[in-house]
């Protein structure tokens, strides 16, 4: 059995990274412009299961697949890892720094550079585009020589690029959290299992009124349970202003008998749990070819 991974392409991003080693074998990689286009071609079956970014140390969620997770697709999370992100400062061949007029990447990519723009290229436009190597790519086709981008060691030798400078991010400390997700979590979840890696569940709780203590209630639901959260999110619910989920992280399988109970005194409570899946963390081999 071969499964088609489709990931936020083209080669030489992040996330490609991330995919190689959530899916090490039995797979073809498929590299979509997007993270809407990935997440909706899991979600009509076109592939078996998408790899995204959804969370960074410095800049938080990456809203749009937490939005599409929540409102847009049904898709689950079957495995999740935190990959360094070591960003470069990529050119054509022989372009000096004070040819460079503009700038381009993801925006998550150039706003974890900030300080390096700002001190290296301060009057440098910023453009941004779906990912780190569409902007390699991108320079690299047109041959431009009053542009950079800011991108992977990876990207730069697919697309013939010289490393003008490395480790330009704002702190060394930089880490993106990677999911797979899939429509056939329980057959994926089988295939991606480890055996003493402890489990996390991710849910969104949606308030059925709103009254004094609502979310207190919900949170109590854990705590009496002895349920670790590792992480709680407010994001709008799109249909009006002042109104929020929650998105919850959860020490615990969803089959655990205390997350059911939880649930269970959530749903008590008026609230409303979507699932958005149970899984473990793989840890991430960094790669020997690396920029610092
Ligand atoms: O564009 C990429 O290479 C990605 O994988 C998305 C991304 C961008 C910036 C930091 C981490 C992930």
């Excluded at 993270?35 to 979600?43: G, K, N, P, T, Y």
């Excluded at 399988?253 to 699932?275: N, P, R, Y």
């Amino acid at each position: 059995m071969e499964y088609k991974i489709g990931y936020l392409g083209p080669r030489g991003t992040f996330t490609q990274q991330a995919a190689e080693q959530l899916m090490p074998k039995n797979r073809q990689l498929i590299p979509y412009p997007s993270i809407a286009d990935v997440l909706l071609a899991a979600d009509e079956g076109k592939i078996d299961a998408a790899v995204v970014p959804i969370e960074n140390s410095i800049e938080g969620s990456v809203n749009l697949t937490v939005d599409f997770l929540a409102n847009q697709v049904e898709l689950y999370i079957a495995k999740e890892v935190v990959v360094p992100v070591s960003h470069s400062l990529l050119v054509n061949h022989g372009v000096h720094l004070d040819q460079i007029q503009t700038v381009m990447s993801h925006p998550q990519a150039i706003a974890q550079c900030r300080h390096y723009l700002r001190e290296f290229l301060p009057n440098a436009q910023t453009e941004h585009l779906q990912s780190t190597a569409k902007a390699a790519e991108y320079i690299h086709e047109n041959k431009d020589r009053d542009k950079a981008a800011i991108g992977t060691v990876l990207a730069a030798d697919i697309y013939d690029l010289t490393i003008l400078a490395a480790n330009i991010q704002d702190r060394t400390n930089n880490n993106t959290r990677f999911v797979l997700v899939t429509k056939k979590w329980k057959e994926l979840l089988e295939y991606v299992r480890s055996d003493n890696e402890p489990w996390k569940t991710s849910i969104l709780v949606t308030l059925g009124k709103d009254y004094p203590g609502a979310l207190y209630e919900v949170l109590r639901s854990f705590a009496e349970e002895s349920i670790d959260l590792t992480k709680i999110e407010s994001r709008p619910t799109k249909k009006q202003l002042g109104s929020y989920h929650f998105f919850i992280d959860l020490h615990g399988h969803i089959d655990d008998e205390k997350v059911q109970k939880a649930l269970a005194h959530v749903k008590k409570t008026g609230s409303t749990v979507q699932f958005l899946g149970s899984y473990q963390l793989l840890t991430f081999t960094p790669l020997k070819k690396s920029g610092s």
